[in-house]
C-alpha cells in the first residue's frame, strides 16, 4: 500500500491487492498543485487496475471544488481513454455533501457508479438493532445504571465536563448522565437512525433539550480529534468485528488527559441458581453463536489488554453483577426472555441449527428466568468495565 | 440590486452571527477558509437535530463562499459575514471586495443558478472544467446544498452573496 498526505488532516492511500483508492479527512488545497502526488497516485493506480477500481471516500470528511474538480478529471479521462475500466465510488450515508456530490458522475459517465455505504457498519447489526429490541435495552439501561451511577465517578465522570457516549442506542444512558453528572456537553452517536428517533423522542419527553444526537459510523466519526474530557461506549466493542478501528476512534477524540470507558460482558459467566448446569450450557453456546457472527461477547475481561494496545495508560477495571435481586425480578425476567427470543428465535436460525439444539438452548434461557423468579432463587449477568486515560 | 432565486420576502431570518475581517489579514493564509468554515459551522450548528453532520454539510458550502471570496483579488478592505436562521434554513451573507469590472461576472453566475438548465451546466462543468469557477461553485451551491443565492451590490467595489442553505432538512 503507498501513501501520499497533503497535511496530517488529508491521506489518499491505494491498497494494489484490493484495487482500492482511498481518500480520508480533509482536503481544501488552494491549487491542484498542492495534491499533485495524490493525483499522481491515483493516475499510477488506474494504469495498473484491470477490471473495477473502487474509490473508497467514506472516510472523506471535506473536500473543496478545487479537489474534487482534479480528483474526478482523472477518474472522467481515464474511463473515457479505457473501454474496460469501471469505477465504483463508495461513499457514506452520513457525509450528505458527498453523497450528493459524487452522486452525479453517473450521469456523466455510465462506467462510474456510487455506492452509498450505509446499512451494514457491522456484521451483527440486523439482530441488535431490531426495534422490538428497544424497550428491553431500557430495561437493561435502568439494571446497569443502579451500578454505574456510583462507578462512573472513578472513571473520570464529573459535572461540566465535555463528553461523547459512541453507539449511544436509544440514548437513554446520556439522559441518565446528563440528569445525574450535568456534563457541560454531551454529543450521543449511534448508526441506527430508529434509535436515534427514539432518543430524541425520550429527551423530550424528559425536558432535555441539550444532548447532541448524531447520525455516525463509530469507526469513522466526523467528531473531530482531542475534544472530549470522557468517552463512552458501552456493550459495544464486544459487537463490533474491527475493534482496534473502533479503540482507534475512540483514542482520537479523546482528549489527552481524558478518559474512555467502556462496558462489556463475558456471556459465558451467566449464572442462575437452581438449574445451573442448563443455564451455563446456554451461555457458553451463547458465547459460540456470537462469535459465529463475528461479535465477543467473551470480550468483558479482555478490556485492559484492548485498552493497553490502543495507547492508553492508567487503566481501570473493574466487574458488577446485574442480578434478580437489582429491583424487581420480573425486570431481569423480561431481560433474558428478550434475549431468549434473539438470540435462540433469530440468530441460531440464521446459523441454521437444527431444531432439537434450539430447543436446549431455549431451555437455558427459561430456567434462567426460573431462577430469577425462584423465591429463594439466584440470577446473575455480569459486566465488566474499563476505562484508560489517553497520555498527555 | 437582486438576481437569482426568489426568497420568501416575509420570512425574518435572526441573527445567529457577524464577523469582520480587514481583507490583508484574510488573504493572509488560506487556511483561514477551512478554519473559519469549520468554526463558524460548528457554533451555528450545536442545536440542530443532528448538529454533527448539519456542521459538516454547512462547513462545506461556506468554506466555498469564502473560497470564492478569497479569490476575489482584492487586497484592501474587509471581508463580512453574517449568518441568520428562519426555521430549517441557514442565511449566509458575505460581502467582500471586488474589482468593479469583475462584479458583472458574479452578477451573470448567480442569474444562471436559476435558469432552467442548471443541473446540465453543473455536469457539463464537472465534465469538461480543468478547475472549478465561480459558475460551477454557485451551481455546486445550488444543485448539492439547495441554495437560494442572490446578489448584493451595495458600493461600486463589493458584492454581497445572499446564500440561504436549508440543510436541516437535508440532514434529518
Redesign the interface.
Given at each position: 500500500m503507498s501513501v501520499a498526505g497533503l497535511s496530517p488532516s488529508f491521506k489518499a492511500a491505494f491498497d494494489a491487492n484490493s484495487q482500492v483508492f482511498s481518500l480520508a479527512g480533509?482536503i481544501?488545497p488552494?491549487s491542484?498543485d498542492e495534491i499533485a502526488d495524490s493525483i499522481a497516485m491515483l493516475k499510477q493506480a488506474i494504469d495498473g487496475v484491470r477490471g473495477v477500481l473502487y474509490v473508497d471516500v467514506k472516510r472523506l470528511?471535506?473536500m473543496?471544488?478545487?479537489a474534487?474538480?482534479?480528483f474526478?478529471?482523472v477518474a472522467?479521462d481515464a474511463c473515457r481513454a479505457r473501454a474496460d475500466l469501471r469505477v465504483v465510488i463508495v461513499t457514506s450515508s452520513?457525509?450528505?455533501?458527498a453523497t450528493?456530490?459524487f452522486g452525479?458522475?453517473n450521469?456523466?459517465e455510465p462506467q462510474i457508479t456510487v455506492e452509498v455505504y450505509d446499512s451494514t457498519f457491522y456484521p451483527g447489526q440486523s439482530f441488535v438493532e431490531d426495534t422490538s429490541f428497544i424497550p428491553i435495552l431500557r430495561t437493561q439501561t435502568k439494571m446497569t445504571w443502579r451500578h454505574e451511577r456510583s462507578i462512573l465517578p472513578r472513571h473520570g465522570l464529573r459535572p461540566g465536563i465535555a463528553m461523547a457516549d459512541v453507539c449511544c442506542g436509544i440514548g437513554d444512558f446520556a439522559v441518565l448522565v446528563q440528569k445525574e453528572f450535568q456534563p457541560a456537553r454531551i454529543?450521543a452517536?449511534d448508526h441506527s437512525k430508529a434509535s436515534?428517533a427514539y432518543a430524541?423522542e425520550v429527551a423530550t419527553n424528559f425536558g432535555i433539550?441539550d444532548i447532541?444526537?448524531?447520525?455516525?459510523d463509530a469507526s469513522e466519526m466526523?467528531?473531530e480529534d482531542n475534544q472530549f474530557d470522557f468517552v463512552s461506549c458501552r456493550h459495544s466493542l464486544q459487537i463490533f468485528n474491527e475493534r482496534e478501528l473502533l479503540l482507534k476512534e475512540l483514542y482520537r477524540i479523546c482528549k489527552p488527559g481524558g478518559r474512555v470507558y467502556i462496558t462489556n460482558e463475558k456471556n459465558s459467566h451467566c449464572l442462575g441458581e437452581p438449574r445451573a448446569q442448563s443455564i451455563q450450557w446456554t451461555y457458553n453456546e451463547v458465547a459460540k453463536l456470537f462469535s459465529h457472527f463475528e461479535m465477543d461477547v467473551e470480550l468483558g475481561p479482555k478490556s485492559r489488554r484492548y485498552l493497553a494496545d490502543a495507547g492508553f495508560d492508567d487503566i481501570l477495571v473493574e466487574s458488577f453483577m446485574v442480578t434478580n435481586h437489582d429491583g424487581d425480578p420480573q425486570d431481569f425476567a423480561d431481560v433474558i426472555a428478550a434475549w431468549e427470543h434473539v438470540y435462540a428465535g433469530e440468530m441460531a436460525v440464521r446459523r441454521g441449527d437444527p431444531p432439537e439444539f434450539i430447543q436446549r438452548f431455549r431451555q437455558g434461557f427459561r430456567d434462567h428466568i426460573f431462577a430469577a423468579l425462584h423465591p429463594k432463587g439466584y440470577a446473575g449477568w455480569p459486566i465488566w468495565v474499563a476505562s484508560g486515560r489517553k497520555p498527555t | 440590486m437582486d438576481v437569482g432565486n426568489s426568497v420568501p420576502a416575509e420570512a425574518i431570518f435572526e441573527p445567529l452571527l457577524q464577523f469582520e475581517m480587514e481583507m490583508g489579514t484574510f488573504l493572509s493564509e488560506w487556511q483561514h477558509c477551512d478554519h473559519l468554515s469549520s468554526y463558524l459551522a460548528r457554533m451555528i450548528s450545536h442545536n440542530r437535530t443532528d448538529p454533527v453532520r448539519h456542521s459538516n454539510f454547512f462547513s462545506s458550502a461556506l468554506n466555498e463562499l469564502l473560497e470564492v471570496s478569497f479569490r476575489s483579488g482584492a487586497a484592501s478592505g474587509h471581508i463580512g459575514l453574517a449568518i441568520y436562521r428562519h426555521g430549517p434554513i441557514e442565511r449566509v451573507q458575505i460581502t467582500f471586495p471586488c474589482p468593479a469590472e469583475q462584479v458583472p461576472f458574479y452578477r451573470e453566475a448567480v442569474s444562471k443558478v436559476d435558469r432552467s438548465d442548471a443541473h446540465a451546466r453543473y455536469l457539463d462543468s464537472i465534465s469538461t472544467d480543468m478547475a472549478p469557477s465561480r459558475e460551477s461553485i454557485l451551481l455546486d451551491l445550488a444543485i448539492n446544498f439547495d441554495a437560494s443565492i442572490r446578489i448584493e451590490e451595495s458600493t461600486l467595489h463589493a458584492v454581497t452573496l445572499i446564500v440561504d442553505l436549508p440543510l436541516e432538512g437535508l440532514v434529518s
Open positions: 480533509v481544501r488552494r491542484v470528511i471535506q473543496n471544488n478545487t474534487f474538480h482534479a474526478v478529471r472522467l452520513v457525509v450528505g455533501w450528493r456530490m452525479h458522475l450521469e456523466i454529543v452517536l436515534l430524541r433539550t447532541e444526537y448524531t447520525y455516525g466526523l467528531l | -
